[in-house]
């Protein structure tokens, strides 16, 4: 299930970098879902197939807290109701009144998950 939630207001990154790690890839790997906060942005890391996703919290449709979802064949299902995302661009199932849900960009890297910080702050605006 999902583990502690992690902070990352202030995060941890080398001077002009817009990567911030999150996480050890095995605790991503271990628990699937791992919730961050970058910059005031909610957001979880999720293993799925063998690659890490980064995307928003929060469902755009009901606003539900995606965390809670489950996941199956590349996709992420919000508990609240029958829609789901693809993990691959967002899109959400066809006939929901919805925008994709936003993801984010991802790399591996001296063993830890590490976030496009930037990209979090400047979609949220």
Partial sequence: MCGRRISVADPPRSPGSRW???CPVSRLIE?????A???GNDLILIWDGGRAIACERACPHEQADLSRGRL???????P?????FDL???SIT?????????????????EQVWIDAEAV???AS
């Fill in 121 to 123: 702050t400047s979609a």
């Fill in 88 to 90: 691959d661009d967002g």
């Fill in 94 to 110: 066809a006939g929901w009144p919805s925008r994709a849900l936003r993801i984010y960009p991802v790399q591996i890297a001296e």
């Fill in 72 to 78: 199956s064949k590349g996709r992420l299902f919000c």
């Fill in 31 to 35: 628990q699937t879902f791992v919730r």
């Fill in 37 to 39: 906060r970058i910059g």
């Fill in 20 to 22: 911030t790690a999150i």
């Fill in 80 to 84: 609240r109701h029958a829609a789901s």
